[in-house]
Structures are given as C-alpha cells and as structure tokens.
C-alpha cells in the first residue's frame, strides 16, 4: 500500500498536434555504406566558433543550512485545517510542522508518489547532502522533478530524460537525491505540483528529537482515515547515496534522454544520425550548405524546433546538450515515432536522400546489437 494512497486526478493536457514539415536542408550524397558505430561513453566538448562561450552550469554550492529532518508523516484525505497543524504543533517532543501539496501520478502505468513544495520553506527538512545543493533548488524553481535515489533504480528512470505524466503535461527529471522520505517517490515545486492536480495540503511533516514523537498522539491529533509514517531513524547518512544533478555525462545518456521525447522513437536512430552528421560532437560545422552544431540543424529549422535541453535557459544550436533533444523534436514532429515508413520518411525530411535513410537505420541496427 502507498503512503498516498488515492489518486489524484490529473489535468487534462491537449490534445498532440500531428506536424508534417519539409526541412530547409539540402540532400547531401551521403553513401548507404554502414560505417561501424562508434562509441558512445563519453561528450565530446561542444566546438563553437571564435568568440562565443558556453553557457554555464549551475554552481555548486557548500554548508549553509541547518538540517531538521522530518520525523513523522501524516497523510489526510483533505487538506489539514490551520486548527489542525497548531494542535500537532503543541505535541510534546515537535519542535516545527510543515503542510505540504501531495498525488499520486502515473507515466506509462506506474505510480509514482510526489510531494510539491516551496524550495525555499522545505531545503531545511532535507539532508544535509541535498540542503548544500544549489542545483536541486534550482531545478525545483525551474519546475522540474528531483527523484528519490531508490525511485530512480526502481523505475529505471533516466536523468535529463522528460517523462509523460499520464492525463498530464511532460515532467523533466533533473536528478536523484536521498529525500529520506519513505514511500516518497520525487518532489516537484508547488506551482508545479498545481499543473499536474496534485491536493493542495495534504501532507504533514513534523521535526523533533529523533524517536521521541510520539505516532499514537499525531493519530489522534489527525483524526480517523488518516495515514501516519514513521520516518524516525530512517533519514539516510548524507553519504550513503549521492546527490546526482545535471546533465548526461555521455552521449549514450543523452540519446536514451532525448528518445523519451518522441514515444515510439529509438534513441538508436538519434545515436545514428550523431554518428553521420558530426561524429558525435567531432566535427560541428558549419557544413558547406550552412548546417550548424552536433546535430548539423539549418538555422531556420532549429528556430522552429529547436529546445533548451539541459534547462540553462538557452536554445544552443552548438551544444549537445540541446542539439539532441532537438532533434528527437523535429523527428518526432515528422512522425518518427510511428515506425514503419513514416519513420524513414521523418529521417529523409532530416537529409533529402534515400541512401542517407538506409545509412541512419543500418547504423540503428548496429547500436542495438552494441549496447544489447
């Protein structure tokens, strides 16, 4: 049994728009001899022309904020009265109280528990090894999903990878940290918790000594049909599992990423297209017709499908990090995602010839026998 244990209905989302756009990009005579795949273990720094800097990352940051680890969790079926949390406020032993908004969600069937909070208010009732990172609070503000570490593995969840939240919009999941919250699946922030439906105030936590609040006594504060969580002595050392935020370290995370954003669409075929148009990152451009980045988009085709794929605010044309992302979009956008022949025909909108289409898929072929 979850520790949320009704579903929260979703937003409807709208309806996905069927696109089918001619790219501005000349056919070159590419041969359909399949080279051998090359390797995909590592990123190959972003070469961009004289002058012009990479956007940086998040900064990283030190101690700072004092830990007050949540002790207690009481779960209502409606949100918690003020006279409520006053009175689980005056219990002996709790020393702070806080209400969250909490659901249920589910991507591709599986539910997933999500708590959504202020960054600002809930940094403190985190441990120490996530308080101290910037780039959790940063995500979170940017309206994106920090997982706990255990979901991550059990889901099988990919970071920088966007998932479709089921009746509901795609959520971006920026890394993996210990939440020390049990049957907690992920937090998102509050504004983001309100697209996805999820019930406003329904989640208490309470800080104190450890394994001196009393469960019986927050029962009986709750009332009855509310659920109560023991988190004391369950916090995990800061240690124990790491703080995992940013983006793909190598090229074969960045094209099981940005597949995600075209359902249907084999990360293989993006992996096959690095591999022809630069090398993976080797060699950017611009190309003799005017093709520009890792991904070798037409600049007029990348303003219109072009994403800000690492979240740092920028469509860079330059940088793998968006380039791939992008190009899952434009595929997807010719319906890749189909298969069949409306698969080759989204890669022959990406490069105007049929023995381009053959290279890209026996080079696909080759991917999958590879990383089997």
Avoid at 147 to 167: H, M, N, T, W
């Amino acid at each position: 049994m979850t520790v949320l244990a009704a579903a929260i209905a979703l937003t409807a989302a709208g309806a996905a728009l069927g696109l089918t756009v001619v790219s501005d990009r000349p056919g070159d005579a590419h041969s359909a001899v399949v080279p051998p795949p090359d390797r995909l273990d590592s990123l190959v720094p972003v070469a961009r022309p004289a002058g012009q800097q990479p956007v940086e990352d998040f900064g990283r940051g030190g101690p700072g904020v004092t830990p007050t680890p949540p002790r207690v969790m009481a779960v209502s079926g409606s949100a918690v009265p003020v006279r409520t949390r006053h009175a689980l406020a005056r219990l002996k032993h709790v020393q702070k109280v806080i209400t969250v908004d909490a659901g249920l969600v589910t991507v591709s069937g599986a539910g997933i528990n999500l708590l959504a909070v202020n960054p600002a208010d809930f940094r403190s009732w985190t441990p120490q090894a996530v308080a101290d990172e910037p780039a959790v609070w940063s995500a979170l503000a940017r309206g994106e999903l920090i997982a706990d570490s255990a979901a991550v593995r059990r889901l099988g969840l990919i970071l920088g990878a966007e998932y479709q939240i089921d009746r509901g919009p795609r959520l971006r999941l920026a890394g993996s940290a210990p939440l020390g919250l049990r049957g907690i699946d992920g937090i998102v922030s509050t504004a983001t918790g309100a697209s996805l439906g999820l019930a406003k105030g329904v989640v208490v936590l309470l800080h104190g000594k450890d394994g001196k609040i009393s469960e019986a006594r927050v029962r009986k504060v709750m009332g009855e049909g509310s659920q109560v969580v023991s988190l004391q002595r369950r916090t995990p050392p800061p240690q124990a599992r790491p703080v995992n935020v940013g983006r793909p370290g190598s090229y074969l995370e960045l094209y099981k990423a940005a597949a995600t954003r075209c359902p249907g669409l084999s990360w293989t075929v993006l992996a096959a297209i690095g591999q022809v148009e630069s090398s993976h990152g080797r060699n950017n451009g611009p190309s003799s017709a005017g093709a520009l980045g890792p991904m070798q988009f037409m600049p007029r085709t990348w303003a219109a499908y072009g994403v800000d794929g690492d979240g740092d605010g920028v469509k860079d044309i330059w940088s793998p990090y968006d380039a791939v992302p992008g190009a899952a979009n434009y595929l997807c956008a010719n319906g890749a995602g189909q298969g069949g022949e409306k698969l080759r025909k989204a890669i022959w909108f990406y490069n105007h010839s049929w023995s381009y289409v053959d290279k890209v898929l026996g080079l696909a072929e080759a991917y999958a026998r590879a990383y089997a």
